[in-house]
């Protein structure tokens, strides 16, 4: 089982960028699919989340209305478009399917000026 995300580095407040995670190694289109972050002595955030199908998603309060989660079945990846990007949503970025285990190494994303 593989997890890879990409897509991440330094973009200024009001940037965007979107991320992606390729699996592999498991049946990808039978799993709930998530995002979370976690910054140095913070717990892990759940970010988004979407269903198998791609038809069921939820956000972090702190995302709505900024992140789309999306799903690609015939590519195994899953994407986190980010929007109007904070000094807060900096952190380090992991796709996972928790009711698996199954985890990527993360990302980095760095909002500054």
């Known amino acids: 089982v593989q997890l890879v995300e990409s897509g991440g580095g330094l973009v200024q407040p009001g940037g965007s960028l979107r991320l992606s995670c390729i699996a592999s190694?498991?049946?990808?289109?039978?799993?709930?699919m998530t995002w979370y972050r976690q910054t140095p002595g913070k717990k892990r955030e759940l970010v988004a989340s979407?269903?198998?199908?791609?038809?069921?998603?939820d956000y972090a309060d702190s995302v709505k209305g900024r992140f789309t989660i999306s799903r690609d079945n015939a590519k195994n990846t899953v994407y986190l478009q980010m929007n109007s990007l904070k000094p807060e949503d900096t952190a380090v970025y992991y796709c996972?399917?928790?009711?698996?285990?199954?985890w990527g190494k993360g990302t980095q994303v760095t909002v500054s000026s």
């Open positions: 190694g498991f049946s990808f289109s039978t799993f709930v």
């Open positions: 979407i269903g198998g199908a791609g038809r069921v998603t």
């Open positions: 996972g399917a928790p009711t698996r285990g199954y």
